[in-house]
């Protein structure tokens, strides 16, 4: 028996980009006329709320990249014992789901630079950010581009999951 044949589909890891190699995928997918769409997040603990909202993400456009903050800016929004995952296994969960096309780390506190430079036509971020709070908005209107707010998963976040963890007894 020789090795075992790798599989055509692309591993997970291969889909987690540097920001020159996200910026040239975003600018080849929209040269095809692809609608690309931008979301960003710590997601420290994938729980369904995340999922529920990249697969509505994804529904906005052709192509899906997701920002994630590094740890240093996890750790600076958050505060001390975040992140509980490292970004890099973080970025590969994240690049595992089908509705993701490509994951970028970033690490200052917002995305705006990011988003000055990727240019996306679709800015999508959770339905428990305000519209005129969401970083990067006036910048993807101005290029035209769409800002949309998805649906929240009432009672689902990391932060009173985590706590759950920590003092056992209450449900997840």
Request: charge should be positive.
């Amino acid at each position: 028996m020789g090795e075992p044949r790798q599989s055509r589909k692309t591993r997970a890891r291969d889909k987690v980009l540097s920001r020159a190699a996200a910026k040239a995928a975003v600018a080849r997918a929209q040269r095809r006329g692809e609608r690309v769409v931008f979301t960003n997040g710590c997601f420290d603990l994938l729980h369904v709320g995340h999922v529920r909202c990249l697969e509505e993400a994804r529904g906005l456009g052709d192509r899906l990249l997701v920002a994630v903050n590094s740890d240093a800016s996890v750790g600076r929004l958050k505060g001390d014992g975040r992140p509980v995952v490292p970004v890099r296994q973080r970025a590969e969960v994240l690049a595992a789901l089908d509705c993701v096309d490509w994951v970028v780390v970033f690490g200052q506190s917002t995305p705006r630079s990011l988003i000055r430079a990727l240019r996306p036509d679709v800015l999508a971020k959770g339905g428990d950010w305000a519209l005129d709070a969401i970083v990067g908005r006036e910048d993807v209107e101005s290029w035209g581009g769409r800002v949309v707010r998805l649906r929240n998963v009432p009672g689902v976040r990391t932060t009173p999951i985590l706590e759950r963890m920590r003092n056992p007894g209450g449900r997840i």
